[in-house]
């Protein structure tokens, strides 16, 4: 499904003023706080962030029925995700995307993707314990040198110390 052509103007205002605010939010971050996890790796292109895209969404959109609405509606027009379920416990909305072309892998709207597909790994970035999808060519590598160094300061035999960095995400 292609946008059309005030879609597409309209994604792309969007997509700007996106770029925007996460260029200032990333430099607040930064100087806030040191990050507690890099990226390393790149896409593969399995596609499977784009099979089942699902948004965390906060109190009063799930518990409001106007603005659960809007919010479905906005993502069913603007981003062309097709609500899949939903799950109470997470209040997470699981999509379809209407635009992923399962045989060819590919994304027939990739100049004004949405945002979470923009900035999908780096999203999870801030979490505690970021999550990949299995297959992904992306690893998520912790910053942490002071616990690399403090493992390499103990006694355990090599393959321990590679195996608890490897569990920690230090390698």
């Known amino acids: 499904m292609k946008d059309g052509l005030a ?13 925007v605010e996460l260029l ?3 430099a607040l971050v930064r100087l806030r ?4 996890w890099a990226l390393s790796g790149s896409c593969t292109g399995c596609g499977a962030c784009c099979v089942e895209p699902s948004i965390l969404v906060g109190f009063f959109t799930w518990h409001f029925p106007t603005l659960r609405r809007l919010f479905l509606a906005w993502q069913r027009r603007v981003n062309g995700f097709q609500l899949a379920s939903a799950e109470r ?12 072309d399962p045989a060819s892998r590919r994304c027939d709207s990739y100049a004004t993707r949405p945002a ?8 999870l970035l801030q979490d505690a314990w970021p999550e ?3 297959g992904c060519g992306f690893r998520v590598v ?3 040198r002071k616990l690399r160094a403090q493992i ?19 390698d």
Do not use: I, Q
């Open 152 to 170: 390499d300061a103990t006694s355990l035999p090599e393959e321990e110390k590679a195996a608890l960095k490897r569990k920690l995400r230090l």
């Open 7 to 19: 879609l597409g103007w309209f994604k792309w205002l969007v997509v700007l003023s996106w770029r």
């Open 89 to 100: 416990g997470t209040r997470t909305f699981v999509f379809r995307c209407t635009h992923y």
């Open 142 to 144: 912790s910053c942490n």
């Open 116 to 123: 979470m597909c923009r900035d999908y790994p780096r999203v």
């Open 24 to 26: 200032v939010w990333r």
């Open 33 to 36: 706080r040191r990050p507690l």
């Open 132 to 134: 990949l999808f299995e």
